[in-house]
T-cell receptor, first 113, second 113 residues
Framework: DVKVTQSSRYLVKRTGEKVFLECVQD?????MFWYRQDPGLGLRLIYF???????EKGDIPEGYSVSREKKERFSLILESASTNQTSMYLC????????????FGDGTRLSIL | DQQVKQNSPSLSVQEGRISILNCDYT??????FLWYKKYPAEGPTFLIS?????DKNEDGRFTVFLNKSAKHLSLHIVPSQPGDSAVYFC????????????FGTGTSLTVIP
């Protein structure tokens, strides 16, 4: 089974802090994704990556950056956390090629105070 | 603009009856569709998929129907069980769009024993 592991289940940070969310997958998938889930808004794509050191903006990249130095690891960075970034963050991975389901981690519930 | 819509935020069904969850999309380029199931405090789990060359796909108690002309898909669960109580997300992608998925806002299904 594919395993996508997010480093923290719950995280509390303060406004203005730099926040790192880590995600690791163990299935050698080329594609990795970061989403946030908010009530009534579903899953919204923040950033994704098709390969090491490659990144693409999703629908809501503002206030975020990402890093993919190794194939198995994809990090989401909140450069200066704000209260409107309080959310559930979900990481996913999938093999290359189209028509492949994404596999998700269990999420990180991030609260910005 | 929401390209994938789930217009029913919630649905309640008696155990043993059929659950029907609906999803509409606007982008005619979408050619691959999935349903995910999500329990609280867990990541979404892939449930079933369908490509645009088919109009029906079955997997045990779960069947997905695709009506391309209406840009509509539905998930049927028969018979419904209390363990099916979860939030269900539909998602769509276009082969030419790589592996980027667009998610609906989710429908919370409650199966009443």
């Amino acid at each position: 089974d594919v395993k996508v592991t997010q480093s923290s289940r719950y995280l509390v940070k303060r406004t203005g802090e730099k926040v790192f969310l880590e995600c690791v997958q163990d299935m050698d998938h080329e594609n990795m994704f970061w989403y946030r889930q908010d009530p009534g808004l579903g899953l919204r794509l923040i950033y994704f990556s098709y390969d090491v050191k490659m990144k693409e903006k999703g629908d809501i990249p503002e206030g975020y950056s990402v890093s993919r130095e190794k194939k198995e690891r994809f990090s989401l960075i909140l450069e200066s956390a704000s209260t409107n970034q309080t959310s559930m963050y979900l990481c996913a991975s999938s093999p290359s090629g189209g028509n492949q389901p994404q596999h998700f981690g269990d999420g990180t519930r991030l609260s910005i105070l | 603009d929401q390209q994938v819509k789930q217009n029913s935020p919630s649905l309640s069904v008696q155990e043993g009856r059929i659950s029907i969850l609906n999803c509409d999309y606007t982008n005619s380029m979408f050619d691959y569709f999935l349903w995910y199931k999500k329990y609280p405090a867990e990541g979404p789990t892939f449930l079933i998929s369908i490509s645009s060359i088919k109009d029906k796909n079955e997997d045990g108690r779960f069947t997905v129907f695709l009506n391309k002309s209406a840009k509509h898909l539905s998930l049927h669960i028969v018979p419904s069980q209390p363990g099916d109580s979860a939030v269900y997300f539909c998602a769509a992608s276009a082969l030419r769009g790589g592996n980027q998925f667009y998610f609906g806002t989710g429908t919370s299904l409650t199966v009443i024993p």
